[in-house]
């Protein structure tokens, strides 16, 4: 008996698979998701910022307003999703603002869920060079 082991490369191409799924995820009202959907979720968080940013651009508001509290979520509940200054919640957030559609009750939610430090706004350093 054999077991054929693949190897997981971060950094991958996002599609709609992924987007399907961030779909489901923003359901979830606990954190708690699907095993192939917790795994899309952890393939978006460990991708590169274009590639999310590929993901993201175009999509209605509303839809990223449920992904984005979906990856919050996320990385409270999934292991390999803890992202840091460099979370996705980040980059959801940042293009939220930018269209005017960031609902002011949004970060207190945030903060109420999530022990990252970082989010939404993302690291000082990073705020000030950009």
Known sequence: MSAEV????PGGKLDEAHAHALD????ST???FAIDDANCLREVVRA???ERARLFDGR?????LGWLRALT????????CEAGAKSPVIALARLLRQRGDYPAELTAWIKSVSGNRFLPY???MERLKG
Do not use: P
Request: charged letters at 30%; glycine letters at 16%; zero cysteines.
């Open 73 to 80: 979520l996320a990385e409270e509940t999934i292991a390999g």
């Open 24 to 27: 489901r995820a923003s359901r």
């Open 6 to 9: 693949g190897a997981w490369e």
């Open 60 to 64: 209605e508001s509303e839809r990223l």
């Open 30 to 32: 606990d954190g708690a």
């Open 48 to 50: 590169s910022a274009g």
């Open 122 to 124: 993302g690291s000082l």
